[in-house]
């Protein structure tokens, strides 16, 4: 399984940007693709997750709100719409794969990820 995350980039606070990120490879092995970011300095930590199939969707209580996650099933994409960005969502964010449904929000129970895109957000 491949994933290949786009969309960062800089933004102001107040403004928005949305991530995508495209699986390829043995796609049918993933139930759960899920969204991570890790600010300099700090742990790698969970943002948000999607099931494949019933597309139910669980959020950090930092982004609730704030970020959307949906999925293209057909585009085998995952999807990052983030609003109203506060510098505190600076980071380098990353789509994960994994296998099964128990512990949606370990880090540890992911076992494909991307390479990560940059999100600047300014005040």
């Known amino acids: 399984v491949q994933l290949v995350e786009s969309g960062g980039g800089p933004v102001q606070a107040g403004g928005s940007l949305r991530l995508s990120c495209v699986t390829t490879?043995?796609?049918?092995?993933?139930?759960?693709m899920g969204w991570f970011r890790q600010a300099p300095g700090k742990e790698r930590e969970f943002v948000a997750v999607?099931?494949?199939?019933?597309?139910?969707?669980m959020y950090a209580d930092s982004v609730k709100d704030r970020f959307t996650i949906s999925r293209d099933n057909a585009k085998n994409t995952v999807y990052l719409q983030m609003s109203r960005l506060t510098p505190g969502d600076t980071a380098v964010y990353y789509c994960?794969?994994?296998?099964?449904?128990?512990?949606?929000?370990?880090?540890?129970?992911?076992?494909?990820w991307g390479q990560g895109t940059q999100v600047t957000v300014s005040s």
């Open positions: 994960a794969a994994r296998t099964g449904l128990v512990g949606l929000r370990s880090i540890h129970e992911y076992a494909y």
């Open positions: 490879g043995h796609t049918f092995a993933n139930d759960a």
């Open positions: 999607i099931t494949w199939a019933e597309g139910v969707a």
